[in-house]
């Protein structure tokens, strides 16, 4: 059997319908002072993670690594195969038959780059996750439909539940609940 | 600071006076070489011709692809690319000093005492002089400057009426013509490459070259695009239209045609290389040897690895200055990349390769390299240029009374 | 929706219209979800046949490895037959999916939307269908993973000079590739489809397989990057794997094969083939489905101009194969153009003329482009137009080989066709599991696209 644990809470979470709105009550808790928060919402919002005061992912830069090691690795594989390990004469060719080496070399990089792409994208997220506090939140599969949630998180140094139920209820929002990490 | 600007009418009239100073000059040069038949006057005038064609039958692909795809970027080049496709004319007839001495280019047109070409009896070349020979040579020239300039001719006339009327007539006629004219140029266009590039030597040959030579035209327009909007930028109406996001398109479409032009070429490397028969590899022989060899590495570098580095990055195609730069360095390897198709092929330094020609064409060359080389593409590119602005000046600078383009709104971009 | 719909300058409906983001969310889930009772006859007549014809696939398999690949028609010199011609049929078809993700993605075109995920879901299948062809032709299947470099007791690698082998890395990195963008986009649905179920085991699955997605503007954020690099390197890919499937036959030294347009043409025509597929099956779907507000004859236009468009490069290729057939001097390649047109295969020859470049032109017009049973019927020339131009390529190259003492005949035999027939059970059965256990069309792109133009709307 395992022991209850201590349950806390998580955060105040609020339900919105519009993709306006969301945007606006992410701009102004930023400018309010909350940092460790969150949206949730059915399609990307254009501005809505810089709203939340986030800078662009480095994503790309993993990438890019990826892809070069893809590209280095491959051609120095083929190199280390065909001219050092086992050099074998085919048709009189040279051993570094580097033009017919561009093609395993091309797709050994794409191929890297793609899984740095998706494995890195998830890793970021922090996916798989199957259980997640968010989902905790009444009505939370409307997320993946048509609304928008917002939740300001316990971690949050400014964090105060009177104070933010109080702070998003300034939105109207459809809904305000607060919710436990259990 | 827009007070302290010149006058933009006045400055383009000026560079355009300039130009077609610059290119007078040159061109005398060049004729003077060509009368007391200097051997060198062939390879720069060809590289010259090859750099000025390529700037307008690129204008004819860019409208071509403008008028099917309907991206917002192809508003801000329709006019640029009119413009470059109207001096087709003149251009296709400045062929007309190599057309009265095809036998001083094009080993092929030699003929000997009694009028019948050198290659007679050769397997080869032999099977194919009933297509390479003087008279059907020039016919095709005839046909192709007739397609060219006319279609450059009706895209301008619609365009204009499109301006003048608001008529969406006029623009269905555009759409209703580029896809057939997208597949006239191609067809023309790769006649015209075996033509005027591949029969440099006449054995040889390769099926893809005339999408070479598009992926080419396609390089020149728009980099020059790229280069003219962004200086023009300083001035309304380009100042407000050409705004970060379809800045942005057009260095994506540049990164893409970088990639193509790499492709294509690659694809008949690979192809040629690899079973290396003896009629085909000829070709890269010649570009393997001496400075032909440093030249070869120098193009895959400077035409793909450098450019394909700087605009993978999206800081790049988004910076105006840095996009500005690639696309000017971009331009200019337009001349390097037709230097090396045509000169390795006249010069032929390899031997074996020249040992396959008749005695008599080895007269035809002078040197790999010349002063003449240079004289004739600043003075083809001045041509084009002086050309292009008398055309471009006539007009209004983007298009006026499209109803899918309008100067500020990014939102009418996004429709298909 | 109240406000009226927007038209564009040319008096076009929008790509989508009257839709709210849980209406669109709705319609879409419900294909799957929809009770076994409800599901239409076509669900079940598409499965009953799919499972029926792949019978046969399973029965030519085990024949095959019984008794060997002399089971097959080949010969000497045609020692490439029926297995080369499917296998490049089939990864031709399997390149649609991936354009129309990642390439239409790049240029921004919202009409490639609503096909997105049923392309790419063809793709994948079409692959696996491909992928048997090699992997059987090895003929021990089980010894496959010899083409890979591994430490063996032989101290031997893999030949890299050889196009079978970059063949091997090709169409291994596209299905792996294809998978993880298919994938990627199936990430948001899943969820979505997690909150449209009412069945608890179907909840866990999808939660499961969502890997928990929660929709968060971080998650987002980092989703659309890796969406839009996965686009950009997914097209480079598609456009390779179809040049390196030509190079297996360029860089050989035969009339026929040996010729610089192959690659670009080899690509232009997997296009054409891979949206004839497409629009084959997607006629049906929305019909039978009631999708015609998401699949809408705007889309049939566009697509159709895609086709047309390709199938332009294609024919283009075909004369550049004559043209330098001829121009190349050689008596073998003129011999070869000749053989085409005037040899004991020119049936063939003039039916793939026939069907991939005389009937697509019915395509330049605008009435046959919306006509959804004129486009169907075209298709199906296409798509046998493209199985000809292998056909032409591969048997009437090699059956007149250099010296006339190695010329011969060949042609299929019943297990050659069996396992043809059969790949094509195997697709559709891939296909009709697809369509109802995950949603058909990219529900978050498409509420993206509603989102899209209600905002469009309000900027007026």
């Known amino acids: 059997m395992f022991k209850p644990k201590n349950i806390q809470t998580y955060g105040v979470v609020a339900e919105f319908s519009s993709s306006d709105t969301i945007l606006e009550v992410a701009t102004k808790a930023h400018e309010a002072g909350y940092r460790v928060m969150e949206a949730y919402s059915p399609v990307p919002v254009h501005g809505l993670d810089e709203a939340l005061g986030r800078k662009r992912s480095i994503l790309p830069w993993l990438v890019f690594g990826g892809g070069t090691f893809g590209c280095l690795g491959g051609l120095f594989m083929q190199y280390w195969m065909a001219v050092i390990n086992y050099p074998w004469n085919v048709g009189g060719r040279p051993t570094f038959s580097w033009p017919a080496f561009i093609p395993v070399t091309f797709e050994l990089t794409i191929l890297c780059s793609a899984l740095t792409t998706v494995i890195g994208m998830f890793a970021l997220n922090g996916l798989p996750r199957p259980h997640h506090p968010i989902f905790n939140t009444p009505n939370f599969d409307r997320s993946t439909l048509d609304h928008y949630f917002i939740c300001i998180e316990a971690k949050d140094p400014k964090f105060n539940e009177q104070d933010v139920t109080a702070f998003l209820n300034e939105f109207k929002p459809e809904a305000v609940n607060t919710i436990t990490d259990a | 600071m827009s007070t302290e600007l010149p006058h933009l009418p006045t400055k383009l009239k000026e560079m355009q006076s300039l130009s077609l100073l610059i290119a007078g000059v040159g061109l005398s040069i060049m004729f003077l070489a060509w009368i007391f038949g200097v051997a060198n006057f062939y390879q720069g005038y060809l590289v010259g011709w090859l750099l000025a064609m390529g700037f307008g039958a690129g204008g004819i692909l860019i409208l071509c692809i403008h008028h099917l795809a309907h991206g917002g970027w192809g508003f801000l080049l329709r006019r640029i690319a009119e413009a470059s496709a109207l001096t087709l004319l003149p251009i296709m007839l400045l062929y007309l000093p190599i057309l009265f001495s095809l036998d001083r280019v094009y080993p092929w047109a030699i003929r000997d005492a009694n009028g019948v070409s050198v290659y007679a009896n050769d397997p080869v070349v032999g099977a194919k002089l009933h297509y390479l020979n003087h008279g059907f040579f020039w016919l095709r020239w005839i046909i192709i400057t007739a397609i060219w300039s006319g279609a450059a001719m009706l895209f301008s006339k619609f365009s204009k009426l499109q301006d003048e009327t608001g008529d969406m007539k006029w623009r269905r006629k555009m759409r209703f013509i580029a896809g057939p004219m997208a597949l006239i140029y191609i067809l023309t266009l790769t006649v015209g490459a075996v033509d005027w590039v591949m029969s440099l030597e006449p054995a040889w040959f390769s099926s893809i070259f005339g999408v070479m030579l598009a992926a080419g035209h396609m390089l020149s327009m728009l980099t020059f695009g790229i280069v003219f909007l962004t200086w023009l930028s300083k001035w309304e109406p380009v100042k407000t239209a050409f705004t970060a996001k379809r800045q942005h398109d057009l260095g994506k479409l540049l990164f893409a045609f970088v990639v193509f032009w790499t492709y294509i070429e690659l694809s008949q490397f690979i192809i040629y290389w690899h079973p290396n028969l003896s009629e085909e590899i000829t070709w890269y022989m010649n570009r393997q040897v001496g400075g032909f060899n440093g030249l070869s590495w120098f193009l895959f570098m400077a035409q793909f690895a450098i450019p394909f580095l700087v605009l993978i990055s999206r800081s790049t195609k988004q910076n105006r200055k840095a996009l500005f730069y690639v696309a000017f360095f971009l331009m200019g390897m337009r001349i390097i990349d037709l230097y090396w198709m045509i000169a390795p092929s006249i010069n032929m330094p390899v031997p074996e390769a020249r040992a396959l020609y008749p005695a008599e064409t080895k007269a035809m060359s002078g040197s790999a390299f010349h002063l003449l080389d240079i004289v004739g593409v600043v003075s083809f590119a001045a041509l084009w240029f002086g050309l292009f602005l008398k055309n471009f000046r006539s007009r209004p600078i983007l298009p006026v009374n499209d109803p899918y383009f309008s100067i500020n709104a990014e939102i009418k971009d996004a429709e298909a | ?460």
Not at chain 3, 41 to 65: D, H, N, P, R, S
Not at chain 3, 99 to 125: C, G, H, K, V
Not at chain 3, 178 to 184: D, N, V
């Open chain 3, 1 to 460: 929706m109240s406000h009226e719909v927007k038209r564009d300058p040319d008096g076009q409906l929008p790509f989508i219209s009257g839709h709210s983001l849980s209406s669109v969310s709705e319609k879409i889930s419900d294909v799957t979800t929809m009770p076994i009772k409800k599901m239409p006859k076509f669900w079940y007549g598409g499965m009953f046949l799919g499972l029926t014809v792949v019978q046969l696939l399973f029965f030519a398999i085990f024949v095959l490895v019984t008794r060997g690949t002399g089971i097959w028609g080949l010969n000497n010199p045609v020692g490439w037959g029926f297995a080369i011609i499917n296998f490049v049929w089939w990864i031709g078809i399997g390149h649609a999916g991936t354009l129309i993700s990642a390439i239409l993605f790049l240029f921004q075109q919202d009409w490639r939307m609503s096909i997105a995920r049923f392309a790419e879901a063809m793709t994948l299948f079409a692959v696996v269908c491909a992928g048997l062809f090699p992997l059987l032709h090895v003929g021990r299947p089980w010894l496959v993973y010899w083409l890979f470099p591994y430490p063996n007791t032989l101290g031997m690698w893999p030949q890299f000079r050889s196009p079978l082998l970059w063949d091997v890395f090709a169409v291994s990195t596209y299905a792996t590739v294809s998978i993880m963008f298919w994938f990627t986009g199936l990430v948001p649905d899943l969820a979505t489809m997690r909150a449209k179920t009412d069945l608890v085991w179907a909840k866990k699955i999808y939660h499961g397989m969502s890997l928990g997605w929660t929709g968060a503007a971080r998650h987002w954020h980092r989703y659309e990057i890796a969406y839009l690099l996965l686009a950009g390197l997914a097209t480079p890919l598609v456009l390779s794997v179809h040049s390196i499937v030509s190079l297996d036959f360029a860089v050989s030294n035969e009339p026929g094969w040996h010729t610089t347009i192959f690659p670009p043409y080899f690509v232009a025509g997997a296009i054409f083939a891979g949206f004839a597929m497409v629009l084959t099956f997607m006629i049906p779907v929305r019909a039978i489905y009631g999708m015609k507000d998401l699949l809408t004859e705007r889309h049939m236009n566009n697509m159709c101009k895609v086709m047309l468009f390709s199938g332009l490069i294609v024919a283009y290729g075909y004369a550049m194969e004559i043209f330098f057939g001829w121009y190349s001097g050689s008596p073998f390649e003129r011999f070869m153009v000749l053989n085409r047109a005037d040899g004991p295969y020119a049936p063939s020859y003039w039916a793939l003329i026939l069907c991939n470049v005389m009937v697509p032109q019915l395509l330049w017009s605008y009435k046959i482009r919306t006509n959804p049973l004129m486009v169907f019927i075209i298709c199906q020339f296409i798509s046998v137009g493209m199985w000809l131009e292998r056909f032409v390529i591969v048997i009437i190259s090699l059956h007149r080989d250099y010296l006339d003492s190695s010329w011969a005949m060949y042609a299929g035999t019943r297990w050659d066709w069996a396992m043809y027939i059969g790949t094509m059970g195997l697709f559709l059965t891939l296909v009709f599991i697809f369509i109802r256990t995950l949603p058909i069309v990219a529900i978050f792109e498409m509420r993206e696209l509603v989102h899209k133009e209600e905002h469009k709307e309000d900027s007026h």
